[in-house]
């Protein structure tokens, strides 16, 4: 029962989904963009102009959401 009141285990709990969440979302976002970037490569060098658009949009917002992430976890550490 000593453990129980040094440790907040709801905290701790919340911090791992947070931590799992986000991990695997910039994971996530970081491979689309990579992928959007090799497609768009591929495209543009068959001459698919519409595809490699789509490839292109696709890889840019991937790298928004990754800077938006990092932005908003340096952001949330310098409040602290």
Known sequence: MVVAAIVDSDALLE???ASVVAGVGITVAFSLAVYGATRFADAR???AS???AG????SVVALIV???AITAGILIIAAA
């Open 66 to 68: 990754c800077v938006g």
């Open 15 to 17: 911090a791992v989904v």
């Open 55 to 58: 490839a292109a949009t696709l």
């Open 45 to 47: 060098r068959t001459g």
């Open 50 to 52: 519409l595809a490699a």
